[in-house]
């Protein structure tokens, strides 16, 4: 399997984390030949700053993170903000208690609307959070994520549980090629990455710093 390093979302999320830890992250990134850097939308900017010689390297904003229960309207804010500050992706989360008790038109709305009021500004991933989900759960809203039109469908914020084998399966065979699929959620080395990727995924997202052998 090529070019592995290609695939990673480096990710700092944590409530911790400072400036300083999310410029390193974005080093990191650069020196690792990573695809892209996910933090939480207060830290675009610096991002930002850090890839001015470099815009090959995506910048990932969350909105909603991690919990999803916030008011629809802060949610959609949040994910346009971040876009216009220039995150080129959104990883957006659902309300999975909405979904759970099978509130599918709020859950649809949703995705409906983040997906149109970014568009042209940022690509949209929705986080599913399959490890909290049933089967029939995942396929349900895996369903509505691509008939809303979501570019990519996250399994997981890595805060309830991590990402299997299975759930990216699943999340494939419900979809075909008609959404991305990034897996994030306990994928700590090499060979889950390589895992994940023949099961489906399409990009990783990790907040560990995998090193790959030379390609």
């Known amino acids: 399997m090529e070019n592995l390093s290609s695939v990673i979302e480096y990710t700092n999320v944590k409530k911790t984390a400072t400036i300083g830890d999310i410029r390193s992250l974005c080093k990191q990134a650069m020196i690792n030949h990573y695809r892209a850097v996910c933090v939480n939308s207060g830290f675009v900017r610096y991002c930002l700053e850090e890839f001015k010689s470099n815009r090959d ?3 990932v904003s969350t909105a909603g993170f991690p919990g999803g229960g916030g008011s629809f309207k802060a949610k959609i804010y949040e ?4 876009a ?3 995150a080129r992706e959104i990883d957006f989360m659902i309300n999975v208690g909405l979904l759970k008790e099978r509130k599918d038109k709020e859950v649809r709305e949703e995705i409906r609307h983040v997906v149109r009021n970014t568009k042209g500004l940022a690509q949209c991933k929705i986080i599913i959070e399959a ?3 049933t089967q029939e759960e995942i396929v349900r809203v895996s369903q509505m994520a691509v008939e809303e039109g979501a570019d990519y469908i996250k399994t997981a914020s890595g805060f309830d549980g991590p990402t299997t084998v299975d759930m990216v399966k699943l999340i494939r065979k419900t979809v075909g090629k008609n959404c991305k ?3 994030a959620g306990g994928i700590r080395d090499a060979k889950t990455v390589e895992e994940m990727i023949r099961a489906g995924a399409d990009t990783i997202g990790t907040s560990t710093l995998i090193k790959f052998d030379e390609e």
């Open 131 to 133: 490890p909290l989900l």
């Open 79 to 82: 994910a346009i903000s971040a």
């Open 57 to 59: 390297i995506v910048i």
């Open 181 to 183: 699929i990034k897996a």
């Open 84 to 86: 216009e500050e220039g």
